[in-house]
């Protein structure tokens, strides 16, 4: 098989690992006549790169329940050597094709597959010279060498955790260790990073949403506690989808909208400064459908609302519906020129209107607005 036939099947193969805001749609591949596995993705600094994605090897021994590179299921398995992925990522960089590599791997054997993914690193960095954007995967059982070089060589580093807990974990991939496998290396990525000093480095991690039967009060538990623990840069939602021939085949598929609503509750805890406690989950655990987890929790709330935009404070206004971290913002240095007196002067600065409405005063008066039906 040659160089272009790997790419294309080890591209595919890598389309469930998350690394931007848009990876894993179809509407964000780029094709072209070397890689078709090339994804738009949103750098910490903000700058949008377009990365090739792709997997070292599709072979692993793993058997997890829902993944599609199982180790009983019967498909071809296809590998990369060091020398052959980071020269053919070399020349789609001259070409100007790609801007950046993410590089994953199926296990087969953690300490040799590691051994020879950050080999291909190496060698993209010093044989080819590329001072640009890496986001290298630490494999479940990497030891801390491993680990420790990932950091040096990566601008990002990633575990997935696939589970929000071991309990969890064990019924989608029974030979991982949740606790020793994927938590440990996050530990030692983070006290690497800090004692290194290097702040141009940071490490994410992913979750398999519904393969498990967790609810969302187990994900975002877990989540805002890795946030608060470890620091990580991001946490990734992947709804799960069956794959033909695994166990979870006939397992029912996760709705688009409940990665959307941990995206939104994620969001919350990262930028607007709500805590666990503050999400507000239905009798299961869940987060409810109908509405955002922001608006559930204004509503649950009556006793703080409405809000003056013209005195509150940046705490306040990013509990607002509608009021973002941008436009919270642009209301606390503008008001200092004047009073907002209308809906359409918080228009001009981002908010959305329709959903501020019910919640503020303007200049002590509450702005006219259509009641929901909801």
């Not at 749609?25 to 750098?43: C, E």
């Not at 309990?167 to 290194?196: C, S, T």
């Not at 967790?214 to 990734?236: C, H, N, P, Q």
């Not at 329709?354 to 929901?372: E, H, N, T, Y």
Request: aromatic content about 8%; proline content about 6%; glycine content about 6%.
């Amino acid at each position: 098989m040659d160089t272009r036939q790997k790419i294309e099947v080890l591209g595919q193969s890598a389309q469930y690992d998350l690394c931007g805001e848009a990876c894993g749609t179809k509407a964000s591949r780029v094709r072209d006549d070397l890689g078709r596995w090339i994804y738009p993705a949103v750098l910490p600094d903000g700058k949008r790169v377009k990365l090739l994605k792709i997997l070292l090897t599709n072979a692993c021994e793993n058997d997890c329940h829902y993944c599609a590179n199982r180790a009983s299921r019967n498909f071809r398995r296809v590998s990369f050597a060091p020398e052959e992925l980071a020269r053919a990522f070399d020349q789609m960089y001259r070409k100007g094709l790609v801007q950046g590599l993410f590089l994953s791997s199926g296990v087969c054997n953690a300490a040799r597959t590691m051994d020879r993914m950050i080999a291909t690193v190496e060698l993209v960095r010093r044989r080819y010279g590329f001072s640009g954007y890496i986001h290298l995967k630490i494999l479940p059982g990497a030891t801390f060498a491993h680990v420790e070089r990932a950091v040096q060589l990566a601008n990002r580093v990633s575990v997935n955790l696939e589970a929000p807990s071991p309990e969890r974990l064990v019924r989608i991939a029974p030979l991982k260790d949740f606790n020793a496998h994927l938590l440990q290396p996050l530990r030692w990525a983070k006290r690497l990073i800090e004692e290194g000093k290097q702040n141009s480095v940071s490490q994410t991690t992913q979750f398999v949403v519904g393969a498990a039967d967790e609810t969302d009060r187990e994900l975002l538990s877990t989540t805002a506690r890795l946030y608060r623990e470890l620091g990580l840069a991001r946490i990734y939602f992947s709804a799960f989808q069956p794959i033909v021939d695994t166990p979870l085949g006939n397992h029912p598929p996760t709705p688009p909208l409940r990665e959307h609503r941990l995206y939104q509750s994620d969001f919350l805890l990262r930028k607007y400064g709500f805590a666990l406690e503050d999400l507000v989950f239905d009798e299961s655990g869940n987060l409810p459908s109908e509405a955002d987890p922001k608006l559930m929790w204004a509503r649950a709330h009556p006793e703080c609302f409405p809000v003056e935009i013209n005195r509150a404070t940046r705490e306040e206004l990013l509990r607002v519906p509608g009021i973002g971290p941008t436009s919270a913002s642009r209301i606390l240095k503008l008001r200092k020129k004047g009073k907002f007196r209308a809906l359409s002067d918080l228009r001009k600065i981002g908010a959305i209107t329709k959903r501020v409405a019910p919640f503020i005063l303007l200049d002590g008066r509450r702005p006219s607005f259509q009641p929901s039906l909801w």
